[in-house]
């Protein structure tokens, strides 16, 4: 059973007036699902001061950092075509590259 439909059971509890450890019970023997009472107030505060649709926020951050540009990318897949090499000789051609700057490839 997914998250939002147990959420909905635990405030269905709510309204037929069950306390927080009864809730807690209820779930648990019903949808096998634990939780702490502490959890049930925060789900209750929530969905009393947000507009909250049950389900659970993202964990995608907002920012994602890359270690390499699309340029950079784009040479080593060329290189990696036209040479064959693998990872580890190309990460050696690169540190020679970087030394040396003025190699065309």
């Known amino acids: 059973m997914k998250k939002e439909e147990i959420r909905k059971e635990f405030f269905k509890l709510r309204i037929q007036r069950h306390s927080y450890n009864q809730c807690r019970r209820i779930l648990k023997a ?3 699902f634990e939780v702490s009472i ?3 107030k ?3 505060k929530r969905i009393e001061n947000d507009d909250w649709n049950l389900s659970d926020k993202s ?3 907002k920012i994602i950092h890359t270690k390499i540009t699309s340029e950079i990318e784009s040479r080593v897949i060329k290189l990696r075509e036209g040479t064959g090499w693998g ?3 190309i ?3 690169c540190k020679i590259f970087l030394m040396h700057p003025f190699i065309e490839y």
């Open 42 to 44: 925060r789900w209750r």
């Open 87 to 89: 990872e580890r000789k």
């Open 91 to 93: 990460i050696s051609y």
């Open 30 to 32: 019903k949808y096998e």
């Open 59 to 61: 964990t995608r951050p």
């Open 38 to 40: 502490r959890t049930l």
